[in-house]
C-alpha cells in the first residue's frame, strides 16, 4: 500500500513566534530546524579555550606537581559560553546548559542560555570631529527610525540605536529594520545610516572597530583635544615661529595670545579678534556652525572666523598660525600693512607642529556596544526564585558575561548589561522575527551560592560531559576577561 503522507511538521517552542517546521527546514530565525522529526539548533555551541600557549618556567621545579608548569593562564580551562545554546523559552525550562567545574580549588557553575532581547540596543561611539548630527537628530536605515544622536563626549559622537520603542512601537517595517540594523551591527558588519533632516541629513557607514565613513569620506583622526587643550599642549611648540596661534575647534577655539599658556610663556597680545562667545580667556564658543570642516565646523577657511585686528596692538608681519584639533589642515598667515592676514607657505616647524598634533591624535573608529535588559526568561532559568539571581549579581556573588566577555551591570534595578561586541566570539547575535535579537549571556558563581539561590542543581553537568561534537572552540579574547577569575567575586576579597 502506497503511502503518500507528508511527514507532520514540528512545532518550534525556542521564541514566541512559534513555528511550524517541515522536515528538512529551518524556522523564520535560521536558528532551529527539523531534523527527521527533532528540533535541532543548527549553530554550533561556542566553547572557549584561554590558550594553549607555555612559557619557560622561572623558578626551580616549576613542573612538578607543586610547582608552576608555564600557564600562567589555566590555558586548557574550558569555558561554555551562550553562544549556540539555545534559549529558556517559554521561561519554566532551565538554561540549556548548567555547567560545573573546579576552579582553583573552588567548586563553580556557569548558568548558560541564549537570551531573547526584545528590550535591547546598541551605543555607537564614533572617535571623530565631524559633525554627525545634532543631538536628538533622528537615525534612518532604509528610510526607518532607529534611534537618534546622543550628547557628544570627548572628540566621539554618540549614538543611541533600537530600544523596544523602535524594536515594537511603531510600524512593522521600523521594527524589521530596527532589528536588521542591530543584529548587523552586533555581528559586526557595516550598517549605512543617515542622520537627519532634508539638506542637513548626514550619511555615515558604521562597523565596529573601524573608522566611519562620512558623507563618502573614511575618516582617519580622533582629536587630540579641544582647541584650548591643544594650545596647552603644544604652546612651547610655537615660541620663536608664531606670533600667534588658533586651534580650530567647534566646541572651544583656543587662542594661544590670551590663553594662559600663552600668558605664561610671555606670548604678547596680538590684537586678534574671534568672532566666537568668549569663554575664559584665550577659549571661544560657537566660532561657526558644526560640519565637515576644520575643527569639526563648516569652515574651509580659517580666517572666516577672525574679525579685524585691533590697530592699537597688531603690527605689520605679525605671524599667525592656524590648525586644526587634528592637524589634518593648518595655514600660515603675515599681516600686511592695513593689517589684513595674507596666507604664505608654511615654515617647517609649524608643520612639524601640526604634524605632531596628528601623530598624538588616535584612529577614528566605532565602537558598538550592546545593551539589553535581562528579564524574565533569562532568570527563571537560572533559579526559580528569580530576584534571588538579581540580588546576586548586585552583591557580587554572581559573575555576568556574555560569550565570554565581561559585562558592565548598570546600577539600580535589573540586571542591565551592556558588553563590547568586539570582545565577544564573531557571529553571538541571532533575531527572531517578534522582532528581537538573540544574545548570549552567562551567569558564573560557586556552587554553593547556587543552591542558596534555589538554582536547578539537579540539571548541573560537569564540563567534560559537554562533549559536542559541532562544538566550535576559540581562544580568548585578551581583552574579554575571566568569567572564572575569583577576583571577579566579593568572597575572594575576603567580604
Not at 622561572?58 to 534559549?87: E, H, L, N, S, Y
Not at 526559580?384 to 538579581?390: F, I, S
Not at 540586571?415 to 565577544?424: A, F, Q
Not at 567534560?464 to 561534537?469: K, L, S, V
Amino acid at each position: 500500500m502506497r503511502n503518500d503522507a507528508k511527514p507532520e511538521k514540528i512545532r518550534c517552542d525556542a521564541c514566541p513566534v512559534l513555528c511550524y517546521i517541515a522536515d528538512g527546514k529551518s524556522g523564520a530565525c535560521d536558528r532551529y530546524a527539523n531534523h527527521s522529526g527533532q528540533l535541532v539548533r543548527l549553530d554550533p555551541l561556542t566553547i572557549i579555550h584561554d590558550t594553549d600557549q607555555k612559557l619557560v618556567p622561572f623558578m626551580k621545579g616549576g613542573g612538578d606537581d607543586d610547582g608552576w608548569d608555564g600557564d600562567i593562564i589555566k590555558g586548557q580551562r574550558p569555558f561554555v559560553t551562550a553562544v549556540g545554546a539555545g534559549t529558556t523559552y517559554p521561561d519554566y525550562k532551565p538554561a540549556p546548559f548548567i555547567v560545573s567545574q573546579d576552579i582553583d580549588g573552588v567548586d563553580m557553575v556557569t548558568v548558560v542560555t541564549e537570551g531573547i532581547f526584545s528590550y535591547c540596543g546598541v551605543k555607537v561611539k564614533i572617535d571623530t570631529d565631524r559633525h554627525i548630527g545634532h543631538e536628538r537628530d533622528v537615525v534612518y536605515v532604509d528610510g526607518e527610525p532607529i534611534g537618534h544622536v546622543m550628547t557628544s563626549e570627548y572628540g566621539s559622537k554618540m549614538l543611541s540605536l533600537g530600544g523596544v520603542e523602535h524594536l515594537t512601537g511603531g510600524s512593522k517595517k521600523e521594527g524589521r529594520v530596527t532589528c536588521d540594523a542591530l543584529l548587523r551591527l552586533c555581528n559586526r558588519e557595516a550598517v549605512l545610516m543617515n542622520i537627519g533632516e532634508g539638506e542637513h541629513q548626514i550619511e555615515i557607514i558604521v562597523e565596529a572597530g573601524k573608522a566611519p565613513i562620512v558623507n563618502g569620506i573614511e575618516e582617519n583622526l580622533m582629536r587630540v583635544g579641544c582647541g584650548s587643550a591643544a594650545i596647552g599642549m603644544f604652546a612651547k611648540q610655537w615660541l620663536g615661529h608664531a606670533d600667534d596661534v588658533v586651534v580650530v575647534d567647534d566646541h572651544i577655539t583656543g587662542v594661544l595670545s590670551e590663553h594662559e599658556a600663552g600668558k605664561q610663556l610671555d606670548v604678547a597680545p596680538t590684537g586678534i579678534k574671534m568672532l566666537g562667545r568668549r569663554s575664559t580667556p584665550g577659549r571661544y564658543f560657537q566660532v561657526a556652525q558644526p560640519g565637515t570642516g576644520w575643527g569639526g565646523t563648516d569652515i574651509e577657511d580659517p580666517l572666516k572666523i577672525l574679525g579685524p585686528f585691533n590697530p592699537k596692538t597688531a603690527w605689520a608681519g605679525l605671524r599667525l598660525f592656524m590648525v586644526s584639533t587634528t592637524g589634518e589642515q593648518y595655514g600660515y598667515y603675515e599681516l600686511d600693512a592695513d593689517l589684513v592676514p595674507q596666507k604664505k607657505d608654511v615654515p617647517g616647524p609649524l608643520k612639524a607642529s601640526a604634524e605632531l598634533i596628528a601623530e598624538n591624535c588616535e584612529p577614528s573608529v566605532c565602537s558598538v556596544l550592546f545593551m539589553g535588559g535581562a528579564g524574565g526568561s533569562l532568570r527563571a532559568g537560572v533559579t526559580e526564585n528569580p530576584v534571588r539571581l538579581t540580588r546576586s549579581v548586585k552583591e557580587s556573588l554572581t559573575h555576568v558575561s556574555c560569550g565570554g566577555a565581561e559585562a558592565y551591570v548598570w546600577p539600580g534595578g535589573g540586571i542591565t548589561v551592556m558588553v563590547d561586541v568586539l570582545d565577544m566570539p564573531t557571529q553571538s547575535f541571532g533575531y527572531v522575527p517578534t522582532p528581537a535579537l538573540v544574545a548570549p549571556i552567562e551567569f558564573t558563581l560557586r556552587v554553593s551560592d547556587y543552591k542558596t539561590l534555589g538554582g536547578h542543581m539537579e540539571h548541573i553537568k560537569p564540563v567534560q560531559e559537554i562533549n559536542r561534537i559541532d562544538a566550535r572552540r576559540v581562544s580568548q579574547n585578551p581583552n574579554a576577561g575571566d568569567p572564572m577569575a575569583h577576583e571577579n567575586y566579593r568572597w575572594s576579597k575576603g567580604k
